[in-house]
T-cell receptor
Framework: KAGVTQTPRYLIKTRGQQVTLSCSPISGHRSVSWYQQTPGQGLQFLFE???????NKGNFPGRFSGRQFSNSRSEMNVSTLELGDSALYLCASSLAVGRSLYEQYFGPGTRLTVT | AQSVTQLGSHVSVSEGALVLLRCNYSSSVPPYLFWYVQYPNQGLQLLLK??????LVKGINGFEAEFKKSETSFHLTKPSAHMSDAAEYFCAVSDSPDDMRFGAGTRLTVKP
């Protein structure tokens, strides 16, 4: 069974631009969560989607948004990029909602660098 | 709200030596506890988790962890380190299905 895939793997953007990251979950998984990982703040939860609906949201500004499609694939968008948005963005899929109830399977991440 | 503290951002052991990675948590309710491993350029992988029942939890790759309520700890151990264990390890705590907090991580180095 194929794992979680994320595209692109690496991205360089300029301040003020916007970016869209993509995540394809494991087949049959309907929940997708997004995390931001930085050396200073560690792993921080962004949001979780299930059945095309955002079910949970972390403490991030509105510049961070996401969506989920009917095939469970998910995208996250960051608008008006700031230097502090440079991070590894991880996507995780699971069978259903409840990140502590259902094992999360993580993708390799997208490394975003904002210059 | 729950929180988790990992003692030691870097731990170095010799190959064959005991691995001990420390995790302490705070939670107002019985927590779920997790250990994840992250290899370079990869996402996180679940090593083991504690929900209820037996306090000694065995995971993959020979790792185990013991839930000690009185000490609010969930330390990760492995009797004999292997070079392939070099990675970053994250402890996580959850006191509700929709919430999970990760520790800052501990980078494990294994010396030959």
């Amino acid at each position: 069974k194929a794992g979680v895939t994320q595209t692109p793997r690496y991205l360089i953007k300029t301040r003020g631009q916007q970016v869209t990251l993509s995540c394809s979950p494991i087949s049959g998984h309907r929940s997708v969560s997004w995390y931001q990982q930085t050396p200073g703040q560690g792993l921080q939860f962004l949001f979780e989607y299930f059945s095309e609906t955002q079910r949970n949201k972390g403490n991030f500004p509105g510049r961070f948004s996401g969506r989920q499609f009917s095939n469970s694939r998910s995208e996250m968008n960051v608008s008006t990029l700031e230097l502090g948005d440079s991070a590894l963005y991880l996507c995780a899929s699971s069978l259903a909602v409840g990140r502590s109830l259902y094992e999360q399977y993580f993708g390799p991440g997208t490394r975003l660098t904002v210059t | 709200a729950q929180s988790v503290t990992q003692l030691g951002s870097h731990v170095s052991v010799s190959e064959g030596a005991l691995v001990l990675l420390r995790c302490n948590y705070s939670s107002s309710v019985p927590p779920y506890l997790f250990w994840y491993v992250q290899y370079p350029n990869q996402g996180l992988q679940l090593l083991l988790k504690y929900t209820t029942g037996a306090t000694l939890v065995k995971g993959i790759n020979g790792f185990e962890a013991e839930f000690k309520k009185s000490e609010t700890s969930f330390h990760l151990t492995k009797p004999s380190a292997h070079m392939s264990d070099a990675a970053e390890y994250f402890c996580a705590v959850s006191d509700s299905p929709d919430d999970m907090r990760f520790g800052a991580g501990t980078r494990l180095t294994v010396k030959p």
